[in-house]
């Protein structure tokens, strides 16, 4: 059988984004540990030198998206300037999802419903979410001067994240799938605000209780 009979008619894929898409295509109807490499590589009408040359196993596949989201977090927090600090959080939530849609846009929706609902990922999910958070955290941290790990700074990553996740997951089912980036800026506006009203409370009774620097 040729690749193109394998693809149905459609050539052999020629980037890392598009063997991507075909194999998150697989990977949501057939589930994680059903979809093996091989199908990948027929799907994709590739060999086995191509796809390691890509992604260098099946969980590069799946997580290599999510950890590059992650690095477009992080420099968005980095370019964030002298915003307060719960509005540089929720704008670089906003910019680097939108950069994370551009880079995947026909199934930047379906990576996220295989992470978030295939059984087998659940764990690896949870632990790759966390990274998320502490992004988030640990950027509120250096702003404050608070230490890292602290209880406001990794409550506001974990209600960040959690409120990053509930938006996904609405997206991911309505019908349709549409992701509206306005209607996550309107979501996380409420949660950074009240963080935000944390902060500057904290940074009130900073000099008498040196519990916290200024929320710069």
Do not use: C
Not at 78 to 92: F, Q, T, Y
Not at 187 to 196: K, S, Y
């Amino acid at each position: 059988m040729t690749a193109s009979r394998t693809r149905r008619g459609r050539p052999p894929v020629s980037s890392r984004e598009a063997l991507e898409e075909i194999a998150f295509e697989l990977l949501l109807r057939n589930g994680y540990e059903a979809t093996t490499l091989q199908a990948i590589m027929t799907a994709g009408g590739v060999g086995r030198s191509t796809l390691f040359r890509y992604f260098g196993s099946k969980a590069g596949i799946v997580w290599g998206e999510f950890d590059r989201a992650v690095e477009r977090l992080r420099s968005a927090l980095g370019d964030a300037g002298d915003l307060p600090v719960m509005e540089a959080v929720r704008s670089a939530v906003v910019r680097s999802t939108r950069l994370s849609r551009a880079a995947a846009p026909d199934s930047w929706l379906d990576r996220f419903r295989v992470l978030d609902r295939d059984p087998a990922l659940v764990a690896e999910t949870a632990a790759h979410w966390r990274v998320w958070a502490e992004e988030v955290s640990g950027y509120t941290a250096r702003r404050t001067g608070l230490r890292e790990g602290a209880p406001v700074p990794a409550a506001i990553g974990g209600a960040v994240q959690a409120a990053y996740v509930a938006v996904l997951r609405s997206w991911a089912d309505a019908e349709g799938g549409e992701a509206d980036i306005d209607e996550l800026d309107r979501a996380l506006r409420p949660v950074a605000d009240a963080f935000q009203a944390v902060l500057d409370g904290m940074a009130r009774r900073a000099p008498s209780t040196g519990d916290a620097g200024s929320p710069r």
